[in-house]
């Protein structure tokens, strides 16, 4: 079975700070990894999307993740964040074996000050 | 292009009525899925089609749930004798479902509240 696990329930930062989100995975095989966002009274959306091509992901907005096989990790990241960035955050592993089901990992809530 | 979209975007029932979300994928999306969403949480697994049947429901919490999809491109998910705890955001997700297109794309979801 696979699981996700998101460290942190809430992220506050900065407005210009950079923006860390940790995530760690378990899954049985080479997994296809995503980061979801998902705004107030909105829909999901897409940041980025792990398939094994390379190990470093750029998403949408400036955010990009790292995978890192060694620790089961997929850390979300952004340089600078903005006001926009407000928002909660999925990290997401997909069950190949399973037709891609989605788990999610719990959300992180991310709350940027001006 | 239209993404996937849902309906109605606000339901609010009784207690032990039966109510049916709908669910229009992308035209041409083979993988349609639902997931249920409760309060600060993160989305739940419940069923998956590809094409007309049902690939996997083992996340469909008891057999009040149920879900149709007859010609491959709508979907219904049908919950009868609703509970207090069926209250949530209703999510469903299409794929290409081809080998290698993985990436579901979200509706803006349905939510569902019961009294």
């Known amino acids: 079975a696979q699981s996700v696990t998101q460290l942190d329930s809430h992220v506050s930062v900065s407005e210009g700070t950079p923006v860390l989100l940790r995530c760690n995975y378990s899954?049985?095989?080479?997994?296809?990894l995503f980061w979801y966002v998902q705004h107030p009274n909105k829909g999901l959306q897409l940041l980025l999307k792990?398939?094994?091509?390379?190990?470093l992901v750029k998403g949408i907005n400036g955010f990009e993740a790292e995978f890192k096989k060694s620790e089961t990790s997929f850390h979300l990241t952004k340089p600078s964040a903005h006001m926009s960035d407000a928002a909660e955050y999925f990290c997401?592993?997909?069950?190949?074996?399973?037709?891609?089901?989605?788990?999610f990992g719990g959300g992180t809530r991310v709350l940027v000050k001006p | 292009g239209a993404g996937v979209s849902q309906t109605p975007s606000n339901k609010v029932t009784e207690k032990g009525k039966y109510v049916e979300l709908r669910c229009d994928p992308i035209?041409?999306?083979?993988?349609l899925y639902w997931y249920r969403q409760s309060l600060g949480q993160g989305p739940e697994f419940l069923i998956y089609?590809?094409?007309?049947?049902?690939?996997?429901d083992s996340g469909l919490p008891n057999d009040r749930f149920f879900a149709v999809r007859p010609e491959g491109s709508v979907s219904t998910l049908k919950i009868q004798r609703t509970e207090r705890g069926d209250s949530a955001v209703y999510l469903c997700?299409?794929?290409?479902?081809?080998?290698?297109?993985?990436?579901?794309?979200f509706g803006p979801g349905t939510r569902l509240t019961v009294l």
């Open positions: 997700a299409s794929s290409p479902g081809t080998p290698g297109a993985d990436t579901q794309y």
């Open positions: 899954s049985s095989y080479s997994p296809s």
């Open positions: 792990y398939t094994s091509a390379a190990t």
């Open positions: 997401v592993v997909s069950d190949m074996a399973a037709g891609n089901k989605l788990t």
């Open positions: 035209s041409g999306h083979t993988a």
């Open positions: 089609f590809q094409g007309t049947g049902a690939a996997d």
